[in-house]
């Protein structure tokens, strides 16, 4: 239910973007057309709708013109639209006078079609209200209430699950339960957790790490009326874990992926045929390596790369890190190794969806820091997991690469993997990945 309704919002916000162009360049169409010189035509519309638009949609994407408080209060959305609307036209004027615009350029069609389009903007949205509440309800929002061993709530029309029925426990030592609860609410937009208020610590390092907005029930502050505690459905409710990207950068992020990992995959493919052919002469065995990683919202899934290892030693657990002189590497291996070519299978990963070409880094299960398993070491390396795990990231970038035989080395990856997922942006995407060649041949890449 919840995977349905994010999609059928998804579908929602791409279906008003069309909507919106399409009443503007119509605007500034019919402004061409009844302007009252005969050498203007419906041309001259298309020409100043070419330079608006994508102004506009710039503006109204970075004003939330598109988003959920949009589809819910259709108002908002009416003026951010027009705002967004209205500062790209000033934007044009303001380069046309700058520029000494010829006299082609018509400050009337302009003015006209932006009120032209403005006025259908209004139209289209006021109707377009009940298009979203066919389509998802009152509520375009997916949410998602656990309960867990507590008594006494009834919120009707909402997904309720039972935790002990569902076989999940807050246990940040099963990864097996955590890639349940992961897979329970990953394609949820709001999650409140009902349970004791000693089980709350535990849920709440739960929520953290599956990159949705988590609440935990407080109903002793129900008469207190204390600030920053929120209500849900008549309840005071604490936000305790938010998602570091809402649905539109998660679709920027996204798409930028694609962008890049497909023209890559493209171009790289005659270096994969050659790397494949080593591999097979080199040793006998599988040319990729599958291994289990942890990977975005808690979840398991199959990361893939170049067998640098021989057969028989491949390490599915990632029990035991790699070394300078390992004995389980081959020749081929070595080389892909240093050279980082082995991990270029992973833009397949990108490509399904698992990973992303920036993030924090999968590790395996069995990774250890020095004797510890990581998640032992601290328990906010679950948070870590709240984006999607990244063929490179700010840790790598800053060097941190290699085994992990202290303490010390998780923790400064983990410091580095935590900044990224707090302070995302798609600026410093790119700046990671442009970093990213400088490091390519690393002294710990072995």
């Not at 505690?229 to 874990?241: K, T």
């Not at 599915?316 to 890190?321: E, F, I, P, R, V």
């Amino acid at each position: 239910m919840a995977a349905s309704k994010q999609s059928r919002r998804f579908q929602l916000y791409a279906a008003l973007v069309l909507i919106d162009l399409a009443c503007i360049v119509l605007g500034f169409v019919l402004a061409s057309a009844w302007h009252p010189d005969a050498s203007f035509s419906t041309r001259d519309g298309l020409d100043v709708a070419a330079l608006v638009t994508p102004i506009y949609l710039f503006i109204a994407m970075s004003g939330f013109a598109y988003d959920y408080q949009a589809l819910l209060d259709y108002r908002s959305g009416i003026r951010q639209a027009l705002l967004a609307l209205i500062l790209s036209t000033c934007i044009i004027l303001f380069v046309a006078f700058y520029i000494h615009a010829t006299p082609n350029f018509s400050r009337a069609t302009l003015g006209a079609g932006t009120v032209i389009g403005g006025a259908l903007l209004i139209a289209t949205r006021s109707a377009f209200k009940f298009v979203v509440q066919k389509v998802v309800g009152a509520n375009p929002r997916a949410e998602v209430v656990i309960v867990d061993n507590y008594e006494g709530l009834d919120f009707r029309n909402v997904p309720t699950i039972d935790a002990a029925a569902a076989g999940i426990r807050p246990n940040l030592a099963d990864p097996g339960m955590l890639d349940r609860f992961g897979a329970l609410v990953k394609d949820a937009d709001f999650v409140l957790v009902a349970c004791r208020p000693e089980d709350r610590p535990a849920w709440s390092l739960l929520l953290k790490g599956t990159g949705v907005m988590g609440h935990m029930l407080a109903p002793e502050f129900d008469d207190v009326g204390a600030y920053h505690i929120g209500r849900y459905r008549g309840h005071s409710v604490m936000r305790v874990a938010s998602g570091p990207l809402d649905l539109r950068n998660r679709a920027l992020k996204r798409l930028t992926d694609l962008a890049i990992a497909i023209p890559l995959i493209i171009a790289l493919s005659p270096l994969f045929i050659v790397v494949a052919i080593a591999i097979k002469l080199d040793t006998p065995g599988p040319v990729f390596f599958r291994q289990t990683r942890m990977g975005h919202g808690n979840r398991l899934f199959s990361v893939l790369k170049f067998r640098s290892m021989r057969k028989e030693a491949c390490d599915a657990n990632g029990n035991q890190s790699a070394s300078r002189d390992d004995e389980r590497i081959t020749r081929v291996g070595r080389f892909i190794r240093v050279t980082s070519i082995d991990e270029l299978p992973q833009l397949f990963n990108v490509l399904h969806g698992s990973m992303s070409l920036v993030g924090p880094r999968p590790h395996a299960l069995g990774s250890l820091a020095g004797v510890e398993r990581f998640w032992e070491v601290d328990q906010r390396y679950w948070h870590r997991h709240a984006i999607k795990p990244g063929i490179t990231g700010l840790a790598q970038v800053r060097g941190f690469r290699g085994a992990t035989m202290s303490r010390e080395d998780l923790v400064k990856r983990l410091q580095a993997d935590l900044e990224y997922v707090n302070e995302w942006s798609l600026e410093r995407d790119f700046a990671i990945l442009l970093a990213t060649f400088k490091v390519l041949i690393h002294k710990n890449a072995f």
